[in-house]
């Protein structure tokens, strides 16, 4: 399975806007909070394996 590393750009309310740090991306991902570690804030570094994203 392949891993994917993100950055924390923007928290707006339920969502979050997350940047490709791997790779070079242009576009944002939004991403439901529900479906992120809770102590996320602006600038956390996440890693995305499995289904499941984790702070790194």
Do not use: C, N
């Not at 923007?10 to 479906?35: N, P, Q």
């Amino acid at each position: 399975m392949d891993t994917w590393y993100y950055e924390v750009e923007k928290i707006d309310g339920d969502y979050a806007h997350l940047k490709r740090t791997d790779i070079e991306a242009s576009e944002l991902k939004l991403v439901a909070r529900a479906l992120l570690p809770e102590e996320i804030t602006k600038g956390t570094k996440l890693k995305y394996e499995f289904l499941q994203y984790e702070i790194i």
